[in-house]
């Protein structure tokens, strides 16, 4: 569709333009490229142009020709002094767009928005302009563009994954299903099971997944089949599932922090150390596994062991300072801030996680003046450095709260909110705030916001995250 109408309109609106010169033997040029005798039409193009220069129409027919010969630059050059002679010829706009689309000029997206403005219901502007925006990763314009095009199967799919990147997932996954119409397609189908799994769909996940959960299945479809039996309460099969996906699949990482945290969901964390060291035989240089279990060692109150394996992680990723995070997560998990503030002050080049780790243990202790102003310094770098980082807004707020600055708590409890409205701490601190200062009705809301957080959290919030689009940027095939 994309390549072939604007040529076809455009040649149309040139050949019978009533803008040309009364003089202009359009008929004959139009013979001439028809004919292939392209360097007879530029020549005919150019005599016309002696006496009118700025005619688009003939200028685009000359654009035509030179193109029809091979010759896209300075095809694309005649069909730009058509716009400058006439901004608005559609014809030119429209040759025009079709070389700067196909070859990604950075032009391409003003001229095709000038055509989609010219002409809102220009189909083929819009798909063209979706693409371009799903290229540049801009989904909202993307969807914007793709929701007034009949959609093609490979615009259908950006459509789908512009939308899942939106967090539109029922949307997204209606996409998804219409392709899985056309023809079966084991990423897509897993993709329709991913918008059902962030729609908190565990049974529609399932379902979706079950045409791909054989024997041949990748681990990602295994690990997110694992995911939405866990979530239904279904153990004892997600414990098989991961099983068998392990022995397929031996080295995969996540399959076996997968099961480690099933045991640690049960309570078993001696069969999740035992989990995790077969891994680690396994995959002998993992810096997640030796991660975790390090964290499990400690949760074990093996600490001597978990020290070990916090040592092996500095020692396979000094520069990441994994080992000392981990530790440090795990230390004040278990009470002990003043260890997790000495091992985070050790990292020798803290990342914005590091300064927020390190800021919240410190608030965890019995802080002094002096350190409370530490952390609050720590966590203003941390927003500096990230400004879309929703839990340093939000233990800010908090922070400064506990401080008396209500003014300023409220500014970043707020801000912390609108970039993640599902912040139970954020809103619950927010909602003291809001009650003491006599702020009644946005308090009410706010409660109401935080006891339906509570009813609807899920065991594992973190884990939503590990799953990502299958193919989502090259998919192929229809």
Known sequence: MRFRSFITQTAAAAFFAIAAPLFADIAAIRASIQAGRFAEAVAACDRELKTSPASAPILTLKGLALRASGDDS??????????????????????????????????????????????????????????????????????QHFAKTPRQPL?????????FELERWREAAAEFQALLALREHPPTRFNLALCHWRAK???????????????????GTLSLQAAALRERKEIPRAIEVLQRAIAVH????????DLAVICLDQNAVGLGI??????????????RLLTFLGVFQMRYGNLEKAEEQFRAVEKLSPESGMGQVAAAMAMMQLGLPDDAIRR?????????????????????????????????????????????NTSA??????????????????????????????????????????????????????NKKVRESIANETADSVETQRFQLSGAYRFGGF
């Open 274 to 287: 035992a989990v995790l060291e077969a891994g680690v035989s396994n995959i002998p240089g993992s810096v």
């Open 201 to 219: 769909d565990p049974a529609a996940t399932l379902a979706a997944l079950e045409p791909i959960v054989g024997p041949d299945a990748d681990a």
């Open 74 to 143: 300075a095809g694309l050059a005649a069909f730009r002094q058509a716009i400058n002679a006439a901004p608005a010829y559609l014809p030119a706009l429209q040759a025009a767009a079709q070389l700067e689309f196909q070859s990604r000029d950075r032009r391409a997206g003003q001229t095709l928005a000038t055509i989609a403005k010219l002409n809102p219901a220009n189909v083929t502007a819009h798909a063209m302009l979706g693409e371009l925006a799903f290229e540049s990763r801009e989904c909202t314009r993307a969807v």
């Open 250 to 257: 031996p080295r995969d990482e996540r399959l076996l922090l």
């Open 393 to 446: 807004y939000s233990l800010l707020g908090k922070t400064l709260a506990q401080d008396g600055d209500a003014a300023n708590a409220a500014t970043a409890l707020e801000t912390a909110l609108k970039l993640d409205p599902a912040d139970r701490a954020a809103a619950y601190q927010l909602m003291l705030l809001y009650r003491r200062a006599g702020r009644s009705a946005e308090a009410a809301r706010l």
């Open 344 to 388: 985070l002050r050790g990292i020798s080049a803290p990342s914005p996680m590091v300064s927020l780790m390190l800021a919240r243990a410190i608030l965890q202790k019995n802080p002094s003046s002096q350190e409370r102003l530490e952390a609050k310094k720590l966590l203003a770098a941390v927003i500096a450095a990230e400004p879309a």
């Open 155 to 163: 615009a259908r799919w950006q459509y789908g994954v512009c939308l």
